[in-house]
């Protein structure tokens, strides 16, 4: 999983860091802060939401990569609180059995709401973390 979700990480952030203007790093040298506290307490902050929307693009695609998740568990129908045996992701459930399921039956029913619950825990996510990001960020800048 790894592999496929730290490259949208890293470009997203790289994209964050880079976009905080130049202005502000040269002010904060030219004040007579180190590059280092430049880094952590101009750049970092300013590049804040976009280092957090990498992260949440980036688990939102490790959440939603049906194949990987196919893969990595095993792809064994199993229930389990064992870490180390095969289990299989929701997504993983869709993708191996929708191609084998009666067309509007109840096990076609049951991987369409499986489809909708997997939808509402990633919007839920999203804008848990678009609000709580938003307020922190409000008070930061109001400096409250």
Avoid: C
């Avoid at 919007?123 to 938003?134: G, S």
């Amino acid at each position: 999983m790894a592999l496929a979700v730290i490259p949208i990480v890293f470009t997203v952030t790289e994209d964050a860091l880079s976009a905080v203007p130049r202005s502000m790093k040269e002010a904060s040298i030219a004040l007579g802060a180190s590059r280092w506290q430049t880094a952590w307490r101009v750049v970092l902050p300013a590049a804040t939401p976009g280092v957090f929307a990498a992260l949440i693009l980036g688990f939102g695609r490790a959440f939603g990569e049906t194949m990987i998740a196919l893969m990595a568990t095993g792809n064994a129908a199993l229930t389990s609180i064992d870490l180390f045996e095969s289990v299989r992701t929701m997504s993983a459930t869709i993708g191996a059995e929708m191609a084998e399921v009666e067309f509007h039956g109840v096990h076609y029913g049951v991987l369409f709401l499986i489809g909708a619950v997997l939808f509402v825990v990633t919007f839920t996510l999203n804008a848990l973390a678009e609000f709580y990001v938003r307020k922190r960020l409000i008070k930061k800048f109001q400096g409250n």
